[in-house]
């Protein structure tokens, strides 16, 4: 039974931080894309940024890129999202998911198999 759980998400000020984590159990996901995404109210569950099997492709949607960096343990089955200069509408609902198809790289979130539950971020102005 794949499981993701993910931590780290809270109410912060603009300009603040947070790194969420992503921690993976029922298989190795070391061949595994992942990746992180949100969903505001009344709005579609968007891609944040997503990392390749080994780490060595990353992808971030133009509204994060600079701020945002994705990474991963794999020893750890865990993958985490460093967030920076967080602003109000950064707001959201943040999941991690997992695609299981080996050894390939996608962005739709119609391709991840497996989400977590979810963590509330809020970033107050």
């Known amino acids: 039974q794949v499981q993701l759980v993910e931590s780290g998400g809270g109410l912060v000020q603009a300009g603040g931080s947070l790194r969420l984590s992503c921690a993976a159990s029922g298989r190795t996901f070391s061949n595994y894309a992942m990746g992180w995404f949100r969903q505001a109210p009344g709005r579609e569950r968007d891609i944040v940024a997503a990392?390749?099997?080994?780490?060595?492709?990353?992808y971030y949607a133009e509204s994060v890129k600079g701020r945002v960096t994705i990474s991963r343990d794999n020893s750890k089955n865990t993958v985490y999202l460093q967030m920076n200069s967080l602003k109000p509408e950064d707001t959201a609902v943040y999941y991690c998911?997992?695609?299981?198809?080996?050894?390939?790289?996608?962005?739709?979130?119609?391709?991840?198999?497996?989400w977590g539950q979810g963590t509330q971020v809020t970033v107050s102005s």
């Open positions: 990392i390749s099997w080994s780490g060595g492709i990353t």
């Open positions: 998911a997992v695609h299981t198809k080996p050894r390939y790289f996608g962005l739709a979130k119609s391709e991840y198999d497996y």
